[in-house]
C-alpha cells in the first residue's frame, strides 16, 4: 500500500509539472559587454593618458581636449549674460517710470507700450545668453573623458594631438570592459530554451570557484546545425579574485 502510495505522487508530480528543472552547461568565460566612449564635441587631444590592456579607477582622466577653445566660449558666454542682465535691469527701470507717467496721464499709450516691448525683448536676450552659458558650460565638462567605473581599457582608438571632429558623427575613442564583471557562453539546446530565462539566476564554477551570476542574454537566433548546437546563451556574474582567465572552460548549472 505505502508502494502504490509513492508512485501515485510521483505520477501526479510529473502531470501537474511540478518536476523542477535543472541542468548543467559547458561555456567560456569572456569579459562582459563592452561599453565605447566618446566625446559629443569636437576638438584637438591635448592629452592621452592610457594604454590598451591598462586598468583605470572610477573617474580617472583618460583624456583631454586642448581647453583653450572652450574656456573662451564660456569666458564670452559670461560676459554676453552679464550685458543682457545690464540691459534689461536699465529696460525694467525704464517701464516702471512709462507706468508712473501713463498713470497721471502724462504719457501716450504708444509710448507704454514700447517700454513694454523693450523689456520683453531684453528678457528673451537674457533667456538666450542663459542657455548660451550652459551650452558652453557643457561643452567644457564633456571636453575631457572619465571612467565610468573601474574598467580595463580594451583599445584605444586615438593619437594624441589628433583632431576629432564630432560634428557630423559621433567617434569611438576609447573601449572599455567593467573590471571583475565576466560572462560565460553556452549552447542550449532548442528543447530546452523554454526553461530559460532574462535574470534567471545560475551557478558558475571557473578556476576552482563557484560564482553566482544570472542569464544577461538569449540569442533566440539558432546556429549553424541548429539540432546540435541550438541557442546561444549568455550568463554573467562578478569575480573580483584574479584568477578568471578570459577564454578558460566554465561551467553554468541552472535550476
Do not use: W
Not at 565605447?36 to 580617472?60: F, H, N, W
Not at 527701470?93 to 523689456?119: H, M, P, S
Amino acid at each position: 500500500m505505502m508502494k502504490n502510495t509513492h508512485i501515485m505522487i510521483l505520477l501526479v508530480s510529473l502531470l501537474t509539472g511540478s518536476v523542477s528543472y535543472a541542468a548543467d552547461y559547458e561555456a567560456s568565460v569572456s569579459f562582459s559587454s563592452e561599453l565605447q566612449l566618446g566625446l559629443p564635441v569636437s576638438g584637438l587631444i591635448e592629452t592621452l593618458k592610457v594604454r590598451t590592456g591598462q586598468q583605470v579607477s572610477k573617474g580617472e582622466q583618460l583624456l583631454s581636449l586642448d581647453q583653450a577653445p572652450f574656456n573662451t566660449a564660456k569666458i564670452r558666454a559670461q560676459s554676453k549674460l552679464a550685458v543682457q542682465k545690464t540691459l534689461l535691469t536699465q529696460s525694467q527701470r525704464d517701464l516702471e517710470q512709462q507706468k508712473e507717467l501713463y498713470d497721471r496721464t502724462v504719457l501716450a499709450t504708444v509710448e507704454l507700450e514700447d517700454a513694454e516691448l523693450r523689456e520683453k525683448r531684453d528678457l528673451a536676450n537674457v533667456a538666450d545668453a542663459q542657455a548660451q552659458l550652459a551650452t558652453a558650460n557643457y561643452m567644457l565638462r564633456h571636453s575631457k573623458l572619465e571612467a565610468p567605473f573601474d574598467a580595463i581599457i580594451m583599445s584605444v582608438n586615438i593619437n594624441q594631438g589628433q583632431y576629432i571632429n564630432n560634428s557630423l558623427q559621433g567617434m569611438t575613442l576609447i573601449t572599455v570592459v567593467r573590471q571583475g564583471h565576466y560572462q560565460t557562453r553556452f549552447n542550449v539546446p532548442l528543447a530546452e530554451l523554454e526553461n530559460i530565462r532574462i535574470d534567471q539566476p545560475v551557478t558558475i564554477k571557473a578556476a576552482g570557484r563557484t560564482y553566482q551570476g544570472k542569464v544577461s542574454s538569449i540569442g533566440y537566433f539558432a546556429q549553424d546545425d541548429a539540432d546540435s548546437k541550438g541557442i546561444v546563451v549568455a550568463a554573467e556574474f562578478i569575480a573580483k579574485d584574479a584568477s578568471i582567465l578570459i577564454g578558460q572552460e566554465a561551467s553554468v548549472h541552472i535550476e
